[in-house]
């Protein structure tokens, strides 16, 4: 049956929107791989005489030329083939490197003032650490003036619900090059200081970054140590 005869809610691409690739089938995430079928096939009779004559750890195996002699498709849907089970092995084979632990405001800065230094415009950061303050991650939560109606708690902490985040460092720049807080910032550190501990997310510092300098609220005694 070609995608065009499918209801469009039994489309694989409009399943995987919908419920994610985990309700696929094998030959639906093949389908999606390659895309479309030929003149002489859909795309899911394609990726069903693939599996029907391989098993996916046999499928993985085959090169391109393989592909392209035993089933007819292009180099181009071989290709996709070929790199997404190359993908498949790295992820497999993938050995984190050793999280990163902050001990207090300067490890902080010294890993984002060469990301922030620069920035013409203000970027709102947080960094998310785990218990052992180990950073899981770091992420750019906006990008724009400071002011308390665009900072959203919701936004900054959602990651770190997800992610599992024990605690999380704030951190923005000021294109001036001048770290010193202003007003806004030291209402909206308050506040999501607040939030923290209404989720039992502790808020350990927030750095303002400006040229080579930063400003740590937590080493200026804003925050309770």
């Known amino acids: 049956m070609k995608i065009k005869e499918l209801l469009v809610e039994e489309r694989p691409r409009e399943k995987i929107k919908k419920y994610g690739p985990s309700v696929l089938g094998n030959s639906e995430l093949i389908a999606l791989i390659l895309g479309y079928g030929s003149k002489q096939k859909s795309v899911l009779e394609i990726s069903n005489k693939l599996l029907k004559n391989y098993s996916l750890n046999s499928l993985s195996t085959l090169s391109i030329s393989e592909l392209t002699k035993n089933f007819g498709i292009g180099e181009a849907k071989a290709c996709k083939i070929v ?36 920035l ?11 218990s052992r303050r180990r950073i899981i991650k770091d992420e750019t ?3 724009g003036s400071m002011n308390s109606s665009i900072v959203h708690p919701r936004e900054i902490f959602e990651p770190a619900i997800t992610e599992g985040a024990a605690a999380i460092i704030l951190i923005h720049n000021h294109p001036s090059g001048d770290p010193a807080p202003s007003k806004a910032d030291i209402e909206i550190t308050k506040q999501l200081i607040e939030c923290g501990e209404i989720l039992e997310i502790e808020v350990l510092d927030h750095l303002i970054i400006g040229g080579n300098s930063y400003f740590s609220f937590r080493e200026e005694g804003f925050l309770n140590t």
């Open 141 to 143: 939560i906006f990008v």
């Open 83 to 118: 790199a997404c089970f190359e993908l498949a092995r790295r992820l497999a084979s993938f050995v984190p490197q050793e999280r990163l632990t902050v001990n207090n405001a300067e490890d902080v800065a010294r890993i984002l003032i060469p990301q922030m230094s620069y």
């Open 120 to 130: 013409k415009k203000e970027n709102f950061k947080a960094v998310y650490l785990d």
